[in-house]
């Protein structure tokens, strides 16, 4: 899977270093240099997606409510948004995740859904039914 795919903010989160210095460290062939610490919760990522995605869609939708995700359990990775006149607004289809923290992926789903509650802009979506595979 390409590093840049909506799947792998599952995936990043769980470490707690800096990331480049990790892949400059594998790019020197020093990672035996260095601690590579990891969070044990579990996570799991919400993807929110312009209205029309995958096909036509508006760009430059202001998006509310960003500052208010929970930093304690939750990410919000910026995806298809720009900065326009200092408002945060849509660029593309995929527009941010939320990747949350959980004791369970069943918990981290349910935590990243209320968290994207949280964010709106005019014809947002994201996939609720989601996570309850793991219930």
Do not use: W
């Amino acid at each position: 899977m390409p590093y840049g795919r909506p799947g792998n903010r599952s995936c990043n989160t769980p470490y707690k270093n800096d990331l480049v210095e990790v892949f400059s460290a594998a790019a020197r062939q020093q990672l035996d240099t260095i601690t590579i610490e990891t969070d044990s919760r579990t996570t799991a990522a919400v993807v929110a997606v312009s209205g029309g995605y995958p096909g036509d869609y508006k760009k430059g939708v202001e998006i509310k409510g960003i500052n208010d995700i929970n930093p304690d359990d939750s990410i919000l990775f910026h995806m298809g948004t720009v900065v326009d006149d200092s408002k945060v607004v849509t660029h593309g289809g995929r527009v941010f995740c939320i990747t949350s923290y959980g004791t369970s992926v069943f918990d981290a789903v349910m935590i990243s859904k209320d968290e994207i509650k949280k964010v709106s802009f005019d014809k947002m979506y994201y996939r609720s039914d989601i996570g309850f595979e793991f219930e």
